[in-house]
């Protein structure tokens, strides 16, 4: 039987750490970066985490 996939991308957009949650980017931080202040876009560089309710389902797409 073959080897399971991971989906990949999730796999680009998301990491588990190693007590078990998951890591994601903020969103809104590709373009029109102008218009968003400076306070903003610092907050957005930091990682957030997943939710709980979603992060079961994430785990599954990284560990398939």
Known sequence: MPK??????AAKSF????????????S?????????SAKRIRQL?????VSEADAKRVRRMLLA
């Open 28 to 36: 809104l931080k590709r373009h029109i970066l102008t218009k968003k």
């Open 45 to 49: 560089r930091h990682d957030a985490l």
């Open 15 to 26: 990491k588990v750490t190693a007590t078990g949650k998951v890591k994601r980017k903020h």
């Open 4 to 9: 399971m996939k991971s989906n990949r991308g």
